[in-house]
């Protein structure tokens, strides 16, 4: 690793976000995951936007490509054991939503029922980037339903024990082996459209 990469990760591990669960679901199947890189996309609060960057191996990731929607929740600050089922396998073998109350007003998106709030979006654009899928969506549907901080990054990694830490790591370094491959492959390939000329 270099100095420059070395530092920027330490600097990384100082920020706190706030951890979303993100599902999605098509005619088949569905599903969740725990994300950290989803953010307000738009100044404009007539026309709220979404913007959610999850790993392209990932079940969750496939299902808001094939449906074009997804839900992004914010938890609790008691809510970590509920982050941790989301982060702590995978969805391809297990329903990560069967143990939780969902709202049945939104039949096409699984959208959890205990939760500090959430954001129902339909998905308008979507960028590869190896390590990231990048998906913007216009937020048809939001509901709030706690007025306290939600749970924050550094809170949930306080929470697990020394095995979930392990294992967290153990995911998150196979993860970077897998999509390292795939980012250099879309470097190599960036559109003209989207490549910075100096």
Known sequence: MTSAAGKAEQIF???NREVWVVTSSDSERRGGLLATWVSQASLDPERPVILAGLAPNHHTT?????SGRLAVHLLDS????VAWNFCRDSG?????????ELENRFPYTPVLKQCHSYLIGQ????VETGERTYFWADVVHAGKHSSRAPLCEQQFIDWCDEPR?????LD??????LQ??????FRRRIPDWLRFEE
């Open 92 to 100: 391809r073998v297990r329903d990560k939503l069967e143990d939780f």
């Open 172 to 177: 998150k370094s196979e993860d970077v082996e």
């Open 62 to 66: 496939a299902l808001v490509r094939s």
């Open 180 to 185: 390292r491959e795939l980012e250099d492959d």
């Open 78 to 81: 008691d809510q970590s054991d």
């Open 123 to 126: 998905v308008f654009a979507c």
């Open 165 to 169: 830490k392990a294992l967290l790591k």
């Open 13 to 15: 591990r100082i920020l």
